[in-house]
C-alpha cells in the first residue's frame, strides 16, 4: 500500500472512530467496530468476508478449547479409573492375606460406617485396622497423645488389663468412631461440657487407628 493509500485508511479509520463515539445503537457500534479491526488489520477484502473470516476463526478456537476440554476430562476420568482399579486389586489382596480378625472388622465398619471420602482419617482397608499394640507401638511419650486427657501410662495400663474406656459423640455401636479421650469426644459433640458417650471394653473391640482413636467393631466369637 502507498502512502496515499495508508493516509486514505488512517483517514477512513479516524472517521469511523468519530461515528463510533456519536453512534447509540449496538448493532451499529459493533459494525463499525467491526469495519475498524478490518481497516487496522489491513484487510483488503469485504466487510461480510471480514466478518467471516473472524467468525471461522472463533469457531476454530471454541473446537480447539472443547477439544482440550474433553481430553482433559478423559484423562481425569481414565487416571481416576485406574486409580479405582489399582485400590480394587489391593483391596482383594488384603482380603486374603491381612490376618482374619482385621480382615473381619474391616467388614463390619463397611456394613455399619464405611467411609465416604479419602481425605479424613479412618478405616479404608483391612491394613488401616491396627491392634492395640500395634497402635500404641511407636508412642513414646505423652505427646504421641495428642489430647492431652490419655496418656502413654494409661496407655500401657490398658495393654496390661486388655480393657479400655472409650468415648464417643454418638451410642457406642458398631462401626462408630470411638476415642480414648473424652475431650476429642466432647470435640465432636460440639465443645466442652456436651453429653458423650462411654463404655469400658476390651482392647480388641476396637478397630484402631492411633491411640487417640478407633471404630468400635466388636467381631461376634
Do not use: C
Amino acid at each position: 500500500m502507498g502512502s496515499a493509500g495508508k493516509n486514505n485508511t488512517a483517514a477512513k479509520i479516524a472517521q469511523l472512530k468519530k461515528e463510533l463515539e456519536n453512534t447509540k445503537g449496538l448493532l451499529a457500534k459493533a459494525k463499525i467496530k467491526n469495519e475498524i479491526e478490518m481497516l487496522e488489520s489491513g484487510w483488503k477484502g469485504t466487510l461480510e468476508e471480514w466478518k467471516a473470516k473472524k467468525k471461522a476463526e472463533y469457531e476454530a478456537q471454541e473446537a480447539q478449547k472443547k477439544a482440550e476440554y474433553e481430553a482433559k476430562k478423559k484423562a481425569e476420568e481414565d487416571a481416576k479409573k485406574a486409580k479405582a482399579e489399582a485400590a480394587q486389586k489391593e483391596l482383594e489382596h488384603e482380603l486374603k492375606t491381612q490376618p482374619a480378625d482385621k480382615v473381619e472388622q474391616y467388614k463390619i465398619i463397611q456394613q455399619y460406617n464405611p467411609m465416604q471420602d479419602d481425605y479424613h482419617v479412618g478405616i479404608r482397608k483391612p491394613s488401616d485396622v491396627k491392634t492395640w499394640a500395634e497402635a500404641v507401638k511407636n508412642a513414646g511419650n505423652d505427646d504421641a497423645f495428642a489430647w492431652g486427657d490419655f496418656s502413654k501410662a494409661d496407655a500401657e495400663k490398658a495393654l496390661k488389663t486388655g480393657k479400655i474406656t472409650v468415648y464417643s459423640s454418638y451410642p457406642i455401636k458398631q462401626g462408630v468412631f470411638v476415642s480414648t479421650s473424652k475431650i476429642q469426644a466432647e470435640q465432636y459433640a460440639g465443645g466442652e461440657g456436651k453429653k458423650v458417650y462411654s463404655k469400658t471394653v476390651p482392647l480388641a473391640d476396637v478397630a484402631w487407628i492411633n491411640g487417640d482413636e478407633g471404630q468400635f467393631a466388636k467381631i461376634k466369637k
